[in-house]
């Protein structure tokens, strides 16, 4: 029996050493129509199970707006927070350059549909627009952003797909490093108090 309870945790152990070497895939598609939007969150473990999705708007889109009105009423000490985080600063900076490292972006596609009420202006600013575009799509293979101008008065639309995966076993190590010095956890305790 205790063999048999020995293997289980074994098996167990080593889906989660797989799912963290083979990481976590991400998807965000939308599309902006007007005043509307609409646009599915996807959370991918071994690049093809869902374990969560999220649709844009929700139901719970309400009930958001009234947890933002007592977030409101809340005083927060901002200042107490920036004073805990000045002697990390560096620490936490390093921390984001290696989460950054376990980040591979996999595919950036955007279209923007640009318009204003003159016609002048409207190609005036597609312009600068496609210059920007030509100078960023180039930095990354997998960027592929796109606008279009609108004639038809103002309007400002879009529409992507983006996918980024994560290896999340790459960041234990730095997670570790910088929960260990202590100018971070007194930080993180200075953010949880002020919750």
Same mark, same amino acid.
């Given at each position: 029996?205790?063999? +048999?309870?020995?293997?289980?945790?074994?098996?167990?152990? *080593?889906? +989660?050493?797989?799912?963290?070497?083979?990481? +976590?895939?991400?998807?965000?598609?939308?599309?902006?129509?007007?005043? =509307?939007?609409?646009?599915? $969150?996807?959370?991918?473990? *071994?690049?093809?199970? %869902?374990?969560?999705?999220?649709?844009?708007?929700?139901?719970?889109?309400? /009930?958001? =707006?009234?947890?933002?009105?007592?977030? =409101?009423? %809340?005083?927060?000490?901002?200042?107490? +927070?920036?004073?805990?985080?000045? @002697?990390?600063?560096?620490?936490?900076?390093?921390? $984001?350059?290696?989460?950054?490292?376990?980040?591979?972006?996999?595919?950036?596609?955007?279209?923007?549909?640009?318009?204003?009420?003159?016609? #002048?202006?409207? &190609? %005036?600013?597609?312009?600068?627009?496609? &210059?920007?575009?030509?100078?960023?799509? @180039?930095?990354?293979?997998?960027? /592929?952003?796109? #606008?279009?101008?609108?004639?038809? &008065?103002?309007?400002?639309?879009?529409?992507?797909?983006?996918?980024?995966?994560?290896?999340?076993?790459?960041?234990?190590? @730095?997670?570790?490093?910088?929960?260990?010095?202590?100018?971070?956890?007194?930080?993180?305790?200075?953010?949880?108090?002020?919750?």
């Amino acid at each position: 029996m205790l063999n +048999i309870l020995g293997m289980i945790i074994l098996i167990i152990i *080593l889906f +989660i050493i797989i799912l963290l070497i083979i990481g +976590i895939k991400i998807t965000f598609e939308y599309n902006k129509i007007d005043s =509307e939007f609409k646009g599915c $969150l996807k959370i991918l473990i *071994l690049k093809k199970i %869902k374990v969560y999705s999220r649709q844009f708007p929700s139901q719970n889109d309400n /009930a958001d =707006e009234d947890d933002k009105k007592d977030d =409101e009423k %809340k005083q927060r000490d901002i200042k107490k +927070i920036l004073n805990l985080a000045k @002697p990390c600063l560096e620490d936490l900076l390093d921390y $984001l350059k290696s989460a950054l490292n376990i980040i591979k972006v996999t595919k950036v596609k955007n279209h923007l549909i640009f318009g204003m009420d003159s016609f #002048a202006d409207t &190609g %005036k600013y597609i312009g600068i627009i496609w &210059g920007v575009l030509s100078i960023i799509n @180039p930095m990354h293979e997998n960027l /592929a952003l796109s #606008a279009e101008p609108s004639f038809k &008065g103002s309007q400002l639309d879009a529409r992507g797909e983006n996918e980024v995966e994560i290896y999340p076993l790459k960041l234990l190590i @730095p997670t570790i490093r910088l929960i260990l010095k202590e100018d971070v956890r007194k930080l993180i305790r200075g953010v949880l108090d002020e919750r």
